[in-house]
């Protein structure tokens, strides 16, 4: 798997995950539901839009790699 198949693989179980909560937080929707989502699901949030902007950058570097030894 690539840089940019595992970006993509990353971002689309995370856009599942968040899907999965909303429907979940329609049915639960009290205090320990809050501490979840801010404890557990926003830190998952953050730290894929860091990983898939580090994986961005891999890529690019990976192709100039790639260029240079042509």
């Given at each position: ?5 595992g ?47 580090a ?16």
């Amino acid at each position: 798997m690539g840089v940019h198949e595992g970006r993509g693989a990353l971002a689309r179980s995370v856009k599942e995950l968040m899907l999965r909560w909303a429907e979940t937080k329609g049915e639960w929707h009290d205090s320990v539901a809050a501490k979840f989502e801010e404890q557990y699901l926003h830190p998952v949030e953050r730290e894929m839009r860091t990983a898939t902007g580090a994986m961005d950058i891999m890529a690019q570097m990976l192709q100039q790699v790639k260029n240079d030894c042509r």
